[in-house]
């Protein structure tokens, strides 16, 4: 993967300026290259990670495991698609194994996500079975450690 | 207070006591009383061990691995050192006789110089170097004879320097590359030449290759793996740097039979063993941390990249270092010595670069300025060396 990518994985909000210096790379060429990324759609877009239990938000996270009939036309694809489009479902991915859809959803209060089971997607048609997980507690978001923990302080000099 | 003399006599020894303070230390005690200081001052890394190379340290723990081990350290883990030296260096140690693992290079050195001094002998090293090889020569009963190295050789040794260092008194040569703290490194023919000059005169080498994972560009090349080397070579090495894992303070030495046997003798009196904890987290360091190793030097490459830029461009020259984790930028320009630069740079903007000639008076005219802190704790000291400098440029 290109040295600009995992850097701006990393840390999204580099200026232009510091990615050039720290790649050896003119300024343009980085701003171009991330254009390029930006209109491929390599690069989707750019989040903050926030630790949910430090802000005042009502968010109920929950995965929920869903069994699908494959369509003779389109395997699990028409109606994978489908689920996704609604704005509850943060991430959709396609499994192997026990189950065939991992949902990743969020709302407002408990009710409202299970209203999105119950009325939403157990009723789509080629959908056989759901099993609801609600999120408890996160410890680890995207890479990123909720509490820090590690920080032991070093000595500032040192030989 | 001072206290009132009550002895005689001074107890501590002639030679210790002569033993300048550390300038690091001088230099600690002032970034100690002040708050909010970012450092570029550190000589360790900013990443915490790898969890996996700490996770095989509880293990051991768990197990009840709490015993000495044996003098020259376990078996398994001088296996494991015979054969990532031989893969990385091309040099081959026997485990059962050649290989003496240490508590850090900072032992290695130690009883190395120990076990091949006798009182008057003079060691070479070259400098602006690592501050423990002046003193621990002097504590070992030998004499220091240091070897200008410059800026305009971006700090690599000169045989013909060496040569003229020579006399009939000369018993062995340190050597450091990557150095701390200018970053130098050696091509295979620089190296070649200075082993020429060590056959030449008979010399034991002493090469502490402690940054040679730590190399940019080019390949590390070790002097004990040239032809003649390897007989009169002790090698230390440890993991500190690489892997991160300054704290469990373990290293090794790998020398011919007869040496090693000779440090042996020192360090079974002295050390006994290094701690199996951490011999057992060193093991899991060789055997499974190349990932991470890699990792960490990817993200110094860019920190290096970074630093040395944002230092050029603020008119503080400094070459891009080819190994380690130091920037070594001249602060001439500001017209100020070292010591002014870093101690005004310190009140003014709260930043910690160590002044260049507390690694000897070859280092004067420098700050070294490490690049192995976060990247935000670089972004942010970067900035505020900026603006001190500029403040000195009206
Ligand atoms: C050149 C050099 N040698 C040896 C050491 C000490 O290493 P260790 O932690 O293995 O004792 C250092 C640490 O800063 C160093 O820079």
Redesign the interface.
């Known amino acids: 993967m290109d040295?600009l990518l995992q850097?701006l994985e990393e840390?999204a909000l580099r200026t232009p300026a510091?990615l050039a210096?720290?790649?050896?790379l003119p300024c343009a060429e980085v701003e171009r290259r991330i254009k390029q990324y930006e209109d491929d759609k390599v690069i989707l877009g750019y989040k903050a990670v926030i630790n949910d239990d430090k802000v005042d938000t009502d968010l109920v996270k929950a995965v929920i495991e869903v069994k699908i009939q494959p369509e003779r036309e389109g395997g699990f694809d028409r109606i994978a698609k489908r689920i996704a489009k609604f704005d509850e479902v943060t991430s959709l991915f396609l499994m192997s194994g026990g189950y065939d859809l991992l949902i990743f959803v969020e709302g407002h209060s408990l009710r409202q996500v299970a209203q999105f089971v119950a009325e939403k997607l157990a009723t789509l048609e080629g959908v056989t079975s759901t099993a609801t997980h609600f999120m408890l507690k996160t410890y680890k978001e995207q890479g990123v450690l909720m509490e820090g923990g590690?920080e032991?302080e070093?000595?500032?000099?040192?030989? | 207070m001072s206290q009132q003399p009550t002895t005689k006599r001074d107890f501590v020894a002639d030679h210790v006591r002569t033993i300048p303070r550390?300038g690091?230390r001088d230099?600690?005690d002032i970034?100690?009383s002040m708050d909010n200081?970012v450092?570029l001052?550190?000589?360790?890394p900013?990443f915490?061990t790898p969890w996996h190379i700490r996770e095989a340290a509880i293990f051991a723990l768990e197990k009840g691995k709490t015993g000495y081990t044996s003098n020259f350290g376990l078996l398994k883990l001088r296996r494991s050192i015979s054969r990532y030296v031989a893969e990385n260096f091309r040099v081959e140690y026997d485990p059962n006789s050649e290989i003496l693992v240490t508590v850090g290079v900072s032992e290695a050195l130690d009883i190395a110089l120990r076990a091949v001094i006798n009182p008057g002998d003079e060691i070479l090293y070259h400098e602006p170097c690592?501050?423990?090889y002046q003193p621990s020569v002097t504590l070992a009963h030998g004499i220091p004879r240091a070897i200008r190295t410059r800026a305009e050789n971006n700090f690599a040794l000169c045989a013909e320097d060496v040569a003229a260092a020579v006399t009939p008194r000369t018993k062995a040569l340190m050597l450091n590359f990557p150095t701390?703290p200018t970053g130098a490194t050696m091509t295979r023919e620089e190296l070649e030449k200075l082993a020429r000059v060590c056959v030449e005169n008979d010399l034991l080498v002493l090469s502490d290759e402690i940054y040679s994972e730590l190399t940019f560009s080019g390949k590390h090349h070790s002097i004990a793996a040239l032809p003649g080397m390897r007989e009169r070579t002790i090698f230390l090495h440890g993991f500190s740097k690489a892997f991160a894992m300054t704290g469990f303070r373990i290293g090794y030495a790998c020398a011919p039979a007869g040496l090693i046997e000779g440090m042996l003798r020192v360090h079974q009196y002295s050390m006994l063993c290094a701690s199996i904890i951490a011999q057992e987290a060193a093991i899991e360091a060789l055997d499974h941390g190349r990932a991470d190793m890699e990792m960490m030097r990817?993200q110094y490459r860019?920190?290096r990249?970074?630093i040395v830029?944002?230092f050029n461009e603020m008119g503080l020259k400094c070459h891009l270092p080819v190994g380690s984790f130091y920037s070594f930028p001249a602060i001439r320009s500001t017209g100020l010595t070292s010591r002014e630069f870093s101690v005004q740079l310190l009140e003014q903007e709260r930043v910690?670069c160590?002044p260049g000639n507390a690694f000897g008076p070859g280092g004067e005219g420098h700050v070294r300025a490490s690049f192995c802190s976060t990247?935000s704790d670089i972004?942010k000291a970067v900035e505020r060396i900026g603006r001190f400098v500029q403040k000195r440029n009206r």
Do not use: T
């Not at chain 1, 210096?21 to 050896?24: A, D, H, R, V």
């Not at chain 1, 070093?154 to 030989?159: G, H």
């Not at chain 2, 001052?41 to 360790?44: C, L, P, T």
């Open positions: 040295p850097l840390h510091d210096k720290m790649l050896n590690e032991f070093r000595l500032k000099v040192s030989p | 550390s690091i230099f600690f970034v100690q200081v450092s001052g550190i000589g360790e900013g915490v690592y501050v423990s701390n990817e860019l920190r990249n970074f830029k944002s910690a160590v990247m972004e």
